[in-house]
């Protein structure tokens, strides 16, 4: 008779479990339900975008009205947008709710272009390919000595082996050298000399000091020696001994 009991009870705990899972089940497909129902994406607003128009970043996102505001991948959308529009440097996606997205996006510019294979690349300041060009746009310094590894756009630059280093050495040059307002003065820089980094300068110079200098103190010397020249004097400044600068007329 206890034994009786006992399978009596252990019927109604598993008939008890197996209704609050059903229970539990059919409220997850309600909220799912109500979920897709309540929440489509009825509105896509772009912003922060110049180069490109905002149908170009709608049709590189894959995005279309109707889908569903909190089922979509947000990290899928952002890389598919880098891959298409190689000149947007960061993307936001937020909801709005209770049916709009908003994607707003930051366009980066191109700092310099890189001499390779018969190519000109136009780089970002973070070193992202951009595209092809047959002109450097206006204040954009030529970099030369090395070549891309695999270049496309939106790819970031890749020399391989000693001329990574020396590509990175002349990545900070550009960022420090853009900080000083200098960076629109220089226009060749050569990066296939072992010893020293060279670039010219004004259209009157042409620069060298090691790979491993202080960027920053290399480039007061040089605003420095420049002050004390005139403007109609030409050749070059060596600066690959520290606290010394020399300047060997053309």
């Given at each position: 008779m206890?034994?009786?009991?006992?399978?009596?009870r252990?019927?109604?705990?598993?008939?008890?479990?197996l209704?609050?899972?059903?229970?539990?089940?059919v409220?997850?497909?309600?909220?799912?339900?109500?979920?897709?129902?309540f929440?489509?994406?009825?509105?896509?607003?772009?912003?922060?975008?110049?180069?490109y128009?905002e149908?170009?970043?709608?049709?590189?996102s894959?995005?279309?009205?109707?889908?569903?505001?909190?089922?979509?991948?947000?990290?899928?959308?952002?890389?598919?947008?880098?891959?298409?529009?190689?000149y947007?440097?960061?993307?936001?996606?937020?909801?709005?709710?209770?049916?709009?997205?908003?994607?707003?996006?930051?366009?980066?510019?191109?700092?310099?272009?890189i001499?390779s294979?018969?190519e000109?690349?136009?780089?970002?300041?973070?070193?992202?390919l951009?595209?092809?060009?047959?002109?450097?746009?206006?204040?954009?310094?030529?970099?030369?000595?090395?070549?891309?590894?695999?270049?496309?756009?939106?790819?970031q630059?890749d020399?391989?082996?000693?001329a990574?280093?020396?590509?990175?050495?002349?990545?900070?040059?550009?960022?420090?050298?853009?900080?000083?307002d200098?960076?629109?003065?220089?226009?060749?820089?050569?990066?296939?000399?072992?010893?020293?980094?060279?670039?010219?300068y004004?259209?009157?110079?042409?620069?060298?000091?090691p790979?491993?200098?202080?960027?920053?103190?290399?480039?007061e010397?040089?605003?420095?020696?420049?002050?004390?020249?005139?403007n109609?004097?030409?050749?070059?400044?060596?600066?690959?001994?520290?606290g010394?600068?020399?300047?060997i007329?053309?």
């Amino acid at each position: 008779m206890a034994r009786t009991r006992r399978n009596r009870r252990r019927r109604r705990g598993r008939f008890s479990f197996l209704l609050k899972l059903f229970a539990f089940l059919v409220a997850v497909a309600a909220i799912v339900a109500a979920v897709t129902l309540f929440f489509r994406m009825d509105h896509i607003v772009v912003s922060g975008n110049t180069r490109y128009s905002e149908q170009e970043v709608l049709d590189a996102s894959g995005l279309q009205t109707g889908s569903n505001l909190y089922f979509l991948n947000k990290f899928g959308v952002k890389e598919t947008i880098f891959a298409q529009l190689p000149y947007v440097e960061e993307v936001k996606i937020n909801r709005k709710l209770p049916d709009t997205l908003l994607i707003e996006v930051r366009e980066c510019k191109a700092v310099a272009g890189i001499e390779s294979a018969g190519e000109i690349w136009l780089i970002s300041e973070q070193g992202k390919l951009l595209e092809v060009v047959d002109t450097l746009p206006e204040g954009c310094p030529l970099i030369t000595g090395g070549t891309l590894i695999e270049p496309a756009a939106s790819r970031q630059m890749d020399f391989g082996g000693e001329a990574a280093y020396r590509s990175g050495v002349v990545m900070s040059l550009l960022r420090i050298a853009a900080e000083r307002d200098m960076c629109k003065h220089i226009g060749t820089i050569d990066m296939s000399d072992d010893t020293a980094l060279s670039f010219t300068y004004l259209d009157r110079f042409t620069v060298r000091f090691p790979w491993t200098a202080d960027l920053s103190y290399k480039l007061e010397s040089l605003s420095t020696v420049v002050d004390y020249l005139e403007n109609n004097e030409t050749g070059r400044i060596d600066l690959m001994t520290d606290g010394k600068a020399s300047f060997i007329p053309a």
